[in-house]
């Protein structure tokens, strides 16, 4: 999404053609970056995912003197905002001034998006943007009182905040974070791993907003029946990656319905399932096969090797080759 910066104070800030080797200790795998500097400060821009659904931002701020940041963005944005380092002071349009503390998180809308950022000097602030389209909130609605307001002020082009109150995100909220940015997984295999994430996310920020535990979603006969068969789906093509929004359509259930029943039938995610079954598949092939790293890659659903050995080393904690060793000795 491309933004406006301006320094309260008239600094021209100027982005850089090469990101300066100070920045590279905050580097996450990211699809594209953008350094920026000017006399009072640097920051980082990393692209971590965009697609037609939602582009996520890590962001580093680093000042040397106080000041306030504007930003301001062209297109309507229902942004989650959580703060990682720092205590974040803000202005988001005219919603008033927003404090979030580390682990905190604010979900809110904007028609014309405007920020100001007001940054002490000689402190660091990093924060994740989850920027989202309008209809995403829809996957929710049926499950959550507290979104229905929120919705209709944002079909009414109304700026709105979720809540009044920062949300304090769980450990979990927060490894689910940390996934994300440290997710080395590429090609489709990223975008269904990272579609999963954010829904956990999502998920995690509603339920906190609510006051609520996650709950059970209620499923007739006909949808688990349509759930089995997607578990069949998967675990038949294990070549192949699909997201939840194709699956949803081929279930003729909402992502979110599809996402939460299929934990509760099969007691797994949809993206551990068939993780699960292509590790397995991976480890037969190693076991009992001459087959190469390329060709078990392939035939696992990994465009990319190095991804592949990523992530059966997370898998079983050592790589393809060490494993295919070990079961020759």
Same mark, same amino acid.
């Given at each position: 999404?491309?933004?406006?910066?301006?320094?309260?104070?008239?600094?021209?800030?100027?982005?850089?053609?090469?990101?300066?080797?100070? $920045?590279?200790?905050? #580097?996450?795998?990211?699809?594209?970056?953008?350094?920026?500097?000017?006399?009072?400060?640097?920051?980082?821009?990393? +692209?971590?995912? @965009?697609?037609?659904? +939602?582009?996520?931002? #890590?962001?580093?701020?680093?000042? &040397?003197?106080?000041?306030?940041?504007?930003?301001? +963005?062209?297109?309507?944005?229902? =942004?989650?905002?959580? %703060?990682?380092?720092?205590?974040?002071?803000?202005?988001?349009?005219?919603?008033?001034?927003?404090?979030?503390?580390?682990?905190?998180?604010?979900?809110?809308?904007?028609?014309?998006?405007?920020? @100001?950022?007001?940054?002490?000097?000689?402190?660091?602030?990093?924060?994740?943007?989850?920027?989202?389209?309008?209809?995403?909130?829809? #996957?929710?609605?049926?499950?959550?009182?507290?979104?229905?307001?929120? =919705?209709?002020?944002?079909?009414?082009?109304?700026?709105? %905040?979720?809540?009044s109150f920062p949300i304090r995100l769980s450990a979990t909220g927060l490894h689910c974070i940390d996934m994300l940015l *440290? +997710?080395?997984?590429?090609?489709?295999?990223?975008?269904?791993?990272?579609?999963?994430?954010?829904?956990?996310?999502?998920?995690?920020? $509603?339920?906190?907003? @609510?006051?609520?535990?996650?709950?059970?979603?209620?499923?007739?006969?006909?949808?688990?029946?349509?759930?089995?068969?997607?578990?069949?789906?998967?675990?038949?093509?294990? #070549?192949?990656?699909?997201?939840?929004?194709?699956?949803?359509?081929?279930?003729?259930? *909402?992502? &979110?319905?599809?996402?939460?029943?299929?934990?509760?039938?099969?007691? =797994?995610?949809?993206?551990?399932?068939?993780? *699960?079954?292509?590790?397995?598949?991976?480890?037969?092939?190693?076991? *009992?096969?001459?087959?190469?790293?390329?060709?078990?890659?392939?035939?696992?659903?990994?465009?990319?090797?190095? %991804? /592949?050995? %990523?992530? /059966?080393?997370?898998? /079983?904690?050592?790589?393809?080759?060490?494993?295919?060793?070990?079961?020759?000795?």
């Amino acid at each position: 999404m491309r933004c406006n910066l301006t320094s309260a104070d008239g600094y021209p800030i100027r982005f850089l053609k090469q990101i300066p080797t100070i $920045l590279t200790s905050d #580097h996450v795998p990211a699809v594209r970056r953008y350094a920026a500097r000017y006399k009072k400060g640097i920051m980082l821009f990393q +692209c971590v995912e @965009e697609d037609s659904d +939602c582009s996520l931002w #890590h962001n580093v701020f680093r000042l &040397y003197d106080t000041d306030t940041i504007k930003s301001s +963005c062209r297109y309507p944005t229902v =942004a989650l905002r959580v %703060s990682l380092s720092g205590l974040l002071r803000f202005k988001a349009g005219t919603l008033g001034d927003i404090e979030l503390a580390p682990r905190q998180a604010l979900l809110f809308y904007l028609p014309e998006p405007s920020n @100001e950022l007001y940054l002490k000097g000689g402190k660091e602030y990093i924060f994740f943007d989850f920027l989202l389209p309008e209809k995403y909130i829809e #996957h929710f609605l049926p499950y959550y009182s507290i979104l229905p307001a929120f =919705a209709e002020k944002i079909a009414d082009r109304t700026e709105a %905040s979720l809540t009044s109150f920062p949300i304090r995100l769980s450990a979990t909220g927060l490894h689910c974070i940390d996934m994300l940015l *440290n +997710c080395t997984y590429k090609g489709s295999l990223r975008s269904m791993y990272i579609d999963a994430r954010i829904m956990d996310i999502m998920t995690e920020v $509603l339920s906190l907003a @609510e006051g609520s535990s996650k709950r059970e979603v209620i499923l007739t006969d006909e949808e688990v029946n349509r759930i089995q068969e997607i578990r069949k789906l998967l675990g038949k093509n294990l #070549h192949k990656h699909y997201r939840i929004k194709d699956l949803s359509r081929m279930a003729y259930i *909402n992502e &979110y319905k599809l996402k939460r029943g299929f934990q509760q039938v099969v007691g =797994a995610s949809i993206f551990d399932y068939q993780l *699960n079954h292509r590790m397995q598949e991976a480890r037969l092939n190693l076991s *009992n096969t001459e087959m190469s790293l390329e060709e078990i890659a392939e035939a696992t659903g990994y465009q990319y090797v190095s %991804s /592949f050995i %990523s992530a /059966f080393r997370q898998h /079983f904690g050592m790589t393809p080759t060490v494993f295919r060793k070990q079961r020759r000795r």
